[in-house]
């Protein structure tokens, strides 16, 4: 059994910042590729950032140079390190992940979500 548990999200003025963090548990022999999802009400759910286990980055255009993913091995946590922040930023957080169960069993998981809220 894998799980995602994300924690950071709030409310936040424009222009503020917030961190995000996704720590992977339970049965784990390796976590590969860990990235960050958002969904706004009404609208569908849009990658945000990824991070290879090489600490290899992606970013949506709508984020880059404001956010800034960023992953701890040992501990098996990505973060999100969110700036600059924009009401159009407003959505539910999800983090996302390749995990290695076993040396012959690989699934991908998905954490709960966790809201942030950017006011103007």
């Known amino acids: 059994q894998v799980q995602l548990v994300e924690s950071g999200g709030g409310l936040v003025q424009a222009g503020g910042s917030l961190r995000l963090s996704c720590a992977a548990s339970?049965?784990?022999?390796?976590?590969?590729?860990m990235g960050w999802y958002r969904q706004a009400p009404g609208k569908q759910r849009e990658f945000v950032a990824a991070?290879?286990?090489?600490?290899?980055?992606n970013y949506v255009d709508s984020v880059k140079g404001r956010f800034t993913i960023s992953r701890d091995n040992a501990k098996n946590t990505v973060y999100l390190q969110m700036n600059s922040l924009k009401p159009e930023d407003t959505a539910v957080y999800y983090c996302n992940a390749d995990v290695w169960a076993t040396p012959w069993h690989k699934s991908n998981y998905w954490g709960q979500g966790t809201q942030v809220t950017v006011s103007s």
């Open positions: 991070i290879t286990s090489g600490s290899s980055t």
């Open positions: 339970g049965t784990i022999s390796a976590v590969n590729d």
